[in-house]
């Protein structure tokens, strides 16, 4: 045998494609029923924390999330919230949060919520929000553009309507009275290390008693937040009236040093359940 004949085999290499995500990610929650209040409703601030919840899993799953900030010494955090509400998810369902980047500047981005029942599709209602991007060694402002080559801009959606007013600084004069002061605790610190954004909401709902709960629920609520808050620092409540269905507050730290700042101000409108 001289020698063996071989076939020429040819390969065909497809280009492979990068997967991109939608620009609107969605994202399923049961609205267990030890996270409701009496009327079997879910608690304001566990409906704050499923919105930031998926945020974080929107930002982390297209590649500019908390998971590779961290590597980073860089991390999100929220500037301004407005939730509009036309009701709250009931014990057992399930609720879906869509959620979308409509805007982004060097350092903000404009974020926004759409709450629905999952399974017949009811809007309970629309959040808007504003991110800032910070150094965690410094504290000072990041340049989100800046990280990843701008990538984030990849999925802007300034397409996808939110059908309620952009969140609001909150402007409130100086006549507001001290309603209430709360101290924070553990359980009132996030994975940043500071106040989570929604226990400052937590603590002003529970300044209500129970029977003004039995009557009203939010309507809609807009939140500035101006500075940090820490462990052991104590929150001053300073609340000005606005309209019988308007209330204004101002929330000043103490911490346990003497020292006292401004931490956020927050609007809320009540309408009858």
């Known amino acids: 045998m001289r020698g063996n004949s071989f076939g020429a085999i040819c390969f065909q290499f497809k280009p492979i494609s990068i997967m991109t995500l939608d620009k609107i990610g ?3 929650f049961l609205i267990e029923p030890f996270h409701c209040d009496f ?9 704050g924390n499923h919105l930031l919840n998926a945020a974080d899993f929107h930002s982390n799953d297209r590649g500019f999330g908390m998971n590779y900030l961290s590597t980073i010494q860089k991390t999100w955090v929220l500037s301004r919230l407005a939730i509009e509400l036309e009701s709250l ?35 309970y209602g629309y959040g808007r929000s504003v991110w800032a991007m910070i150094d965690t060694e410094t504290r000072q402002p990041a340049d989100i553009l800046a990280v990843k080559e701008g990538s984030i801009v990849n999925y802007v959606d300034d397409v996808t309507p939110c059908p309620i007013e952009a969140s609001s600084r909150v402007k409130i004069g100086g006549e507001a009275d001290l309603v209430g002061s709360v101290e924070t605790h553990y359980s009132d610190v996030d994975i940043n290390g500071h106040i989570n954004s929604v226990k400052y909401l937590e603590h002003l709902f529970d300044l209500m008693t129970e029977s003004w709960h039995q009557v009203y629920r939010v309507q809609r609520v807009d939140v500035a937040y101006v500075a940090e808050s820490h462990f052991g620092d104590v929150l001053h409540y300073y609340k000005e009236e606005v309209a019988p269905d308007e209330e204004l507050y101002r929330i000043v730290k103490c911490t346990p040093a003497g020292e006292t700042a401004e931490v956020c101000r927050v609007a809320v409108k009540w309408v009858a359940k």
């Open 89 to 123: 998810p009931k014990a057992y369902s399930r609720m879906s949060v869509e959620t979308w980047v409509d805007g982004v500047m060097r350092f903000f981005t404009h974020r926004n919520f759409k709450m629905t029942d999952a399974e017949t599709g009811v809007v």
């Open 39 to 47: 009327s079997q409703r879910l608690f304001m601030g566990h409906l």
């Open 26 to 28: 969605k994202y399923e």
